[in-house]
């Protein structure tokens, strides 16, 4: 308030620095004319002649080019009668000025400005959010936004799947339930909520998940997440039929070119189910994809010897990351072997392994993410 007070005071000196010389009437030169002057001189040739100073031949120029002078003053005195203006009409001008010109810019503020919008100190300008910032930072940014905002129901959607990724299940369990309170009720959603609680139970699919997946297929038949944490619901279980009839389902209905078809051809080879007519297992049956030259040396071997060569190929990529940790491909194959073999622990730790290996190196993140989520991981 008091700075706008400085503003107005300094507006009206403005104004009555412009206006002033308005209110004033003219007034005569106090110093006399120049007709006054060339008298003056005139006089003073006389006095200097009397006094012998000058000549008379002297005088005489002398006078004549004073007289001169003197008639071309008195002549152009006599045309420049200055008009004098009205004081009233000046007066009133100012009085318009000085009241009008605030008056018309507070109205086009009122009506085009934003008078109520609240002030934005320092401090808080220096809290905007920065891409540039830790995720941790950002993310603790928007949680006091919606400690404020709790409705928000667009903030809950957009801040609990970092929370997931970040590991922070029961807060992102919190988020994706205030998301659908708020921003509506979706199959996307479910699944993502089932899938968080997931994770806070270390990867087991419990009953509120499951529960949560059968929402979400309710909302989606197709819904691919749902279906596919169903029948890992229906392996832990030990129905393992079930979870392969689920599992074909979803490959022969789904698009041949969906980011999740490996995880699901992987889980169906795992749980000893016959992938649909028309479609490729992961890696020519039940093993990872292997290099051209490991995969014919492999054809001629008996299953056991041919799990052995898979099992060390994959223990020595893990050995490999643990001293070369920026192969981003290298970890995705580590993961997807995981997978393919069954050992979902050790792909759940592998993973966190990638993600604590590039996490300083923003597009490797990014590409492992993408990779993740191709896998059917939650990037």
Known sequence: MTLWFVFALMTVAA???????????????????EVVVYRDQLAEIDRDMAAGIIGAAEADAARVEISRRLLAAADQSGRDVPVTGSITLRRAAAVVALVGLPVIASSFYLALGSPRLGDFPLAERSRVADANQPLANLVAQVEAHLEKNPTDG???TVLAPVLSRLGRYDDAVRAYRNAITYAGDSADRRADLGE???GSAGGVVTADAKAEFERAVALNGDDAKANYFLGLAAEQDGRKADAAALWQKMLAK???????RPLVQAALVRVGGTVPAGVSAPGGASAPALPDSA????????EADRSTMIKGMVDRLATRLKTNGDDVEGWLRLVRA???????????????DARQ???NDADRLRQLNEGLKNLGLDG
Not at 338 to 352: C, I, Q, W
Request: charged content about 20%; overall charge positive.
């Open 338 to 352: 995981y997978l393919v073999m069954g050992e979902r622990d050790k792909a759940m730790s592998a993973l966190a």
């Open 295 to 302: 995969m014919a040396a492999a054809k001629d071997m008996s």
């Open 254 to 260: 789904g698009p041949s070119d969906a980011p999740w």
């Open 15 to 33: 104004i009555f620095a412009v206006l002033w010389p308005l209110s004033r009437r003219g007034r005569a030169d106090a110093g006399g004319s």
């Open 357 to 359: 290996a590039v996490a």
């Open 196 to 198: 968080a609680l997931m």
């Open 154 to 156: 667009r903030g809950w």
